[in-house]
């Protein structure tokens, strides 16, 4: 059983959790997230805290969200919980009113489909803002 909650990343205990879990999840593949910025999401087993999920205001597109990072740690995956966080991060931009949420994937096949099954779909950016071979993820929400 997970539950999943919406939390305080100004709390100090709270944003060190999350950079605990970015660094397990992504080690030095990606660089670790502003947790003051936007609204996160962790997950928990039990009392453990297994996952994140994290979206703030998108500067890449008008009236959108950045879906900036998911992580789960690897003893819990394929259990759904990237899907469940997507859906509640778009919960999120519906009640704030956002017409899209963007991402990215880089090497990261699972991550992708994913995305897919969750309905977003592959778009091209006017400005790519990662590497070159980074697919970029769009999900309309209205």
């Known amino acids: 059983m997970y539950r999943i ?15 605990d879990l970015h660094q397990l999840t992504f080690f030095d593949a ?15 087993h039990g009392d453990d805290a297994v996952a994140f999920a994290g979206v703030a205001p998108s500067t890449h597109v008008r009236n959108g969200g950045y879906f900036s990072r998911v992580g789960v740690l690897q003893r819990h995956w394929g259990r759904g919980l990237q899907r469940r966080l997507m859906r509640v991060v778009e919960a999120q931009g519906r009640r704030v009113g956002w017409q899209s949420i963007v991402s990215d994937t880089t090497d990261n096949p699972i991550s992708a489909n ?3 099954q969750a309905g977003y779909r592959l778009y091209e950016p006017e400005l790519p803002w990662a590497w070159s071979h980074t697919l970029y993820w769009r999900k309309w929400l209205r």
């Open 5 to 19: 909650r919406i939390v305080d990343a100004s709390d100090d205990d709270v944003a060190d959790t999350l950079a």
């Open 30 to 44: 990606a660089a670790m997230p502003k947790f003051d910025r936007g609204a996160w999401w962790l997950a928990y």
């Open 114 to 116: 994913n995305f897919i």
